[in-house]
T-cell receptor, first 114, second 115 residues
Framework: AQSVSQHNHHVILSEAASLELGCNYS??????LFWYVQYPGQHLQLLLK??????LVKGIKGFEAEFIKSKFSFNLRKPSVQWSDTAEYFC????????????FGKGTRLHILP | DAGVIQSPRHEVTEMGQEVTLRCKPI?????LFWYRQTMMRGLELLIY????????DSGMPEDRFSAKMPNASFSTLKIQPSEPRDSAVYFC?????????????FGPGTRLTVL
């Protein structure tokens, strides 16, 4: 069965610090990978996604993620965070070309200190 | 496109009452998902439909919960009778198999409080 593991439950950073949130998945086949963001009091929104091609994916608001197939990882990065990045971040995976549900990780709460 | 629409946005009810949450997926999307989010348990998938047919309801917590999708543009999640532990934010999401990458689009959620 597919599963997603997010290593950090809570992360606290100061503004301008660099960010890396870890995500590992468990699935033997070809996958689609996602990072969703949930700002306080809001719904989940897509931050970026990988489904083929360049393993370095760039998303909105300066975020990027790198798919490393050999490590089953899809870590999220941002070189310099802002206070407005305070949110919960969810990594998710689904089997490519299968009509199936997306498996979400448990989320990482990111708190940026002004 | 208006996106996924959910109603009501907030619901406060008393224990034992019936609660009905509503969702309108994005037009043309053939998958619909119901999620529940709490501080303790995080984001949980309750049930999902494909072409109005329930595919997997293994996440539905108990018989008090039921979901229907009578047509491609409408779904309901019903809790009867409601209990305080059902208090959560309930999200509906939809996606299309014709798009690339299987991206799900989430609605704004219904915040349910059961007193």
């Amino acid at each position: 069965a597919q599963s997603v593991s997010q290593h950090n439950h809570h992360v606290i950073l100061s503004e301008a610090a660099s960010l890396e949130l870890g995500c590992n998945y468990s699935y033997g086949g070809t996958v689609n990978l996602f990072w969703y963001v949930q700002y306080p009091g809001q719904h989940l929104q897509l931050l970026l996604k990988y489904f083929s091609g360049d393993p370095l994916v760039k998303g909105i608001k300066g975020f990027e993620a790198e798919f490393i197939k050999s490590k089953f990882s899809f870590n999220l990065r941002k070189p310099s965070v802002q206070w407005s990045d305070t949110a919960e971040y969810f990594c998710a995976v689904t089997a490519m070309n299968r009509d199936d549900k997306i498996i979400f990780g448990k989320g990482t709460r990111l708190h940026i200190l002004p | 496109d208006a996106g996924v629409i959910q109603s009501p946005r907030h619901e406060v009810t008393e224990m034992g009452q019936e609660v009905t949450l509503r969702c309108k997926p994005i037009s043309g999307h053939d998958y619909l998902f119901w999620y529940r989010q709490t501080m303790m348990r995080g984001l949980e998938l309750l049930i999902y439909f494909n072409n109005n047919v329930p595919i997997d309801d293994s996440g539905m917590p108990e018989d008090r919960f039921s979901a229907k999708m009578p047509n491609a543009s409408f779904s309901t999640l019903k809790i009867q009778p409601s209990e305080p532990r059902d208090s959560a934010v309930y999200f509906c999401a939809s996606r299309s198999t014709s798009g690339r990458g299987n991206e799900q689009f989430f609605g704004p959620g219904t915040r349910l409080t059961v007193l």
